[in-house]
């Protein structure tokens, strides 16, 4: 674990730091689709992320879900952050888009070090920053962009995180993250066919031309 921290969070943290996350911290291991955080289940940990992504759910009173931002390699997520003074119930959903490797750091440790290190209080205000930018970002795509607009905004997003030009999900799977029907999304992405700007195959979205 040690190697892992230097490798990808030297540049941020103290030496002393990273010893503590070392000797408290556990080192996870997600697969591609696992769920890491549920609604309603109470928050134990803080999560650092080594390597691939994970992303982060809201989800209505009827049980639709809505994608408010994706986690990437040297990010933590800020909504739990926002739940760890007492005993919370977590209010959105963490779901492992690729291969995940992240250390799981206990929530007894946020306040500790927030005083005791600097360079952890900047991580975490550089976290609320970053996230609260993104998911004002998703409010804009909602209220303002046309919805063939937020399907190629998502798809872009989806390439870049994956840096592959193929999106593996179903038509249903992308109308849940986007808050919507299949019957719409189904329909858009023929549209984009049509257009030459990707090609639509089983459970998989070949991307060909997305500016």
Known sequence: MKELLNLNYAHLFESALLT????????????????????????????LLISGAIKILREDQNGDELLLYFLEKGDT?????????GQQKSEIRAIAELDTLLIMIPIQKMEEWSSKYKSWRNFIFDSYQKRLEEMLNTLDSIAFMRMDERLLKYLKDKQKLNQLNEIHSTHQEIAYEMHTSRVVISRLLKKLELEGKLKINRNKIELLELN
């Open 20 to 47: 503590e996350i070392t000797e408290t911290g556990i080192l996870r291991e997600a697969k591609e689709g696992e769920m890491l955080m549920d609604i309603g289940q109470y928050i134990t940990v803080i999560p």
């Open 77 to 85: 997520c800020a909504l739990t952050l926002s739940f760890t003074r």
